[in-house]
Structures are given as structure tokens and as C-alpha cells.
């Protein structure tokens, strides 16, 4: 038999190991490009013919399904703290001043460094606004469209 059977048997058993470990969608791609090559090795194709099967199967899979594959299955992912913020709504505790530098909202109960969207737009103390992003760790926001 040929060895190269054996190279791609062990690279697709340990890169399917590796994904079951890791369950993150990391190897899969190389596992597709090593089933081919073995498929390919078993057709008693040239080596030549194995490894570019292997880097052009393992390269199609990669570039085309990956995107796919991470919008499905890996859309479990835990947004952090701050991604939760984007969109919501917080109460303003100390004048959001860009000028000046000032400027601190609440949100779910934790207090948050604040600039506005607008330079020239301040708010006051009471006043309800809208989380637009998140820059470093402080809230960019924009006024609460009434």
C-alpha cells in the first residue's frame, strides 16, 4: 500500500480529533481537503495529484463554506457586556460634555464612561439616550428619537 494512504488517514484522524476537542469549527476544513486526498490515494493517483487535491479541496472549503458554517453553527457565541449595550437605552447621571470631557450614563445598573455622537450635543443629568457604539470603554450616544 501506499504510504501517502497512511499520511492522509492520520492527518484527516487527527484533524477530526482536533475539531471534536475544540468544537469550534477550526479544523474541519483541513479533515474535507484530507478526505479527498485519501480518496485520491486510494485511486492510486500521483502524489503530486494527492497534495493539490488536499490544498485546492481544503482552500474551496475554507473560502466557501467557512462563512456559512460560522453564521449557522457558530452563532452561539456570548456577546460581552458591551456588544449588549449597542442600541439600548441609559439614563444619564453626570453632563455628557465632549468639550469638556464629562459624562457618565447608567445602564443595567452599571456605570459607564459616556461621550456623545455630536460634539456640540450635550445632555443632562435625568435624560434618557440611546447607546450608538462602543469605543475603549466608553458609550458613544445620540439622543432618544421621541
Same mark, same amino acid.
Given at each position: ?8 488517514? !492520520?492527518?484527516? !484522524?487527527?484533524?477530526?480529533?482536533? %475539531?471534536?476537542?475544540?468544537?469550534? +469549527? ?8 484530507? =478526505? ?5 490515494? =486510494? ?7 494527492? !497534495? ?10 475554507? =473560502?466557501?463554506? *467557512? ?5 449557522? =453553527?457558530?452563532?452561539?457565541?456570548? *456577546?460581552? &457586556?458591551? %456588544? #449588549?449595550?449597542?442600541?439600548? %437605552? !441609559? ?5 455628557? $460634555?465632549?468639550? +469638556? ?9 452599571? #456605570?459607564?464612561?459616556?461621550?456623545? +455622537? &455630536?460634539?456640540?450635543?450635550?445632555? #443632562?443629568? $435625568?435624560?434618557?439616550?440611546?447607546? #450608538? ?9 445620540? *439622543?432618544?428619537?421621541?
Amino acid at each position: 500500500m501506499d504510504s501517502w494512504i497512511y499520511i492522509w488517514l !492520520v492527518l484527516l !484522524v487527527a484533524t477530526l480529533i482536533l %475539531e471534536g476537542i475544540t468544537v469550534g +469549527l477550526t479544523s474541519i476544513w483541513v479533515s474535507g481537503g484530507a =478526505f479527498a486526498a485519501l480518496i485520491v490515494a =486510494f485511486l492510486h493517483g500521483p502524489q503530486w495529484l494527492q !497534495v493539490t487535491v488536499f490544498f485546492v479541496v481544503t482552500f474551496i472549503l475554507l =473560502f466557501f463554506t *467557512r462563512p456559512w458554517a460560522m453564521k449557522y =453553527f457558530n452563532n452561539k457565541r456570548i *456577546r460581552s &457586556n458591551y %456588544e #449588549e449595550t449597542i442600541g439600548k %437605552e !441609559v439614563r444619564v447621571i453626570e453632563r455628557v $460634555d465632549n468639550h +469638556l470631557e464629562t459624562g457618565k450614563v447608567i445602564y443595567n445598573g452599571m #456605570e459607564w464612561t459616556a461621550r456623545s +455622537l &455630536n460634539d456640540d450635543e450635550t445632555f #443632562e443629568p $435625568d435624560e434618557y439616550a440611546i447607546v #450608538e457604539n462602543v469605543v475603549g470603554v466608553k458609550l458613544i450616544i445620540k *439622543r432618544k428619537e421621541a
